[in-house]
């Protein structure tokens, strides 16, 4: 086996190691242990997601965009949970519901 080789297992076993391992814990006291939940907001997560699916009706030019611009916070943040009925993959409304659940948030 060459060095190359096992540099690149090395890396490998290294990109598996879940991340609370790598953090300090504390032993006697489970529950002040938190894995960091991951806050979206709607610059960075929302809006590329509502762009890739949700064009063209919702974005400038398209038929509801007067109505219900998707590029605005304000409706994005009106619409709320409504937004995961139009979205058909479990991961996309988890993005939605996890938004508005850590405070719909405009930028981090
Ligand atoms: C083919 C065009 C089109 C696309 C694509 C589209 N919409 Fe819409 N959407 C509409 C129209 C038309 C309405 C009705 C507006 C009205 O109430 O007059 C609407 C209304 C809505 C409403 C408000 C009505 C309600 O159910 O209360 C939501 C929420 C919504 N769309 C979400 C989405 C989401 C999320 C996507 C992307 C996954 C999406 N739409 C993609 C055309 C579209």
Redesign the pocket.
């Known amino acids: 086996m060459s060095a190359r080789q096992l540099l690149g297992i090395g890396l490998l076993s290294f990109a598996f190691i879940p991340h609370h391992y790598t953090t300090p814990s504390k032993p006697h006291d489970e529950k002040t242990v938190q894995t960091k939940d991951t806050v979206y907001t709607f610059h960075n997560d929302v809006l590329p997601l509502?762009q890739s699916?949700?064009?063209p009706?919702?974005f400038s030019g398209g038929?509801?965009y007067k109505?219900?611009p998707f590029d605005d916070y304000k409706t994005v943040v009106s619409?709320g949970k409504?937004?995961t009925?139009?979205?058909k993959q479990k991961e996309q409304q988890a993005i939605i519901n996890g938004w508005i659940g850590s405070g719909a948030k405009k930028k981090d």
């Open positions: 509502l699916n949700c064009n009706c919702h038929k509801v109505k219900l619409l409504k937004l009925t139009r979205l």
